[in-house]
């Protein structure tokens, strides 16, 4: 049968539904966001800041790489760096 406690299942969906919790409220506060008046870079901008919220929780505790050694993390750090300067090539070369 299965090696865990009751107490420690209990604490893994807790923990799920707190993420989920946190990802519908972040998606109520996206749709919130896009009724302001904004500019059109800095509603970019805040978009960008909340869809990163919310693709960290779903790596960190659904993909499980919260748990993970930390070479794995270095290597996303890595890669999100390289995507950022990536991203921000276009708007260097235009200046």
Not at 83 to 88: D, G, P, R
Request: charged fraction near 10%.
């Amino acid at each position: 049968m299965s090696e865990h406690s009751q107490e420690e299942i209990s604490k893994h969906v807790r923990t799920y539904i707190s993420v989920f919790a946190a990802l519908a409220a972040l998606t109520i506060i996206t749709v919130a966001i896009s009724y302001l008046h904004l500019s059109t870079g800095l509603a970019i901008a805040v978009a960008l800041f909340v869809a990163t919220i919310k693709g960290s929780l779903v790596v960190a505790y659904f993909m499980h790489l919260i748990s993970e050694a930390k070479i794995i993390r270095y290597i996303l750090i890595l890669t999100a760096i390289f995507f950022l300067v990536l991203l921000l090539l276009p708007a260097i070369g235009h200046f």
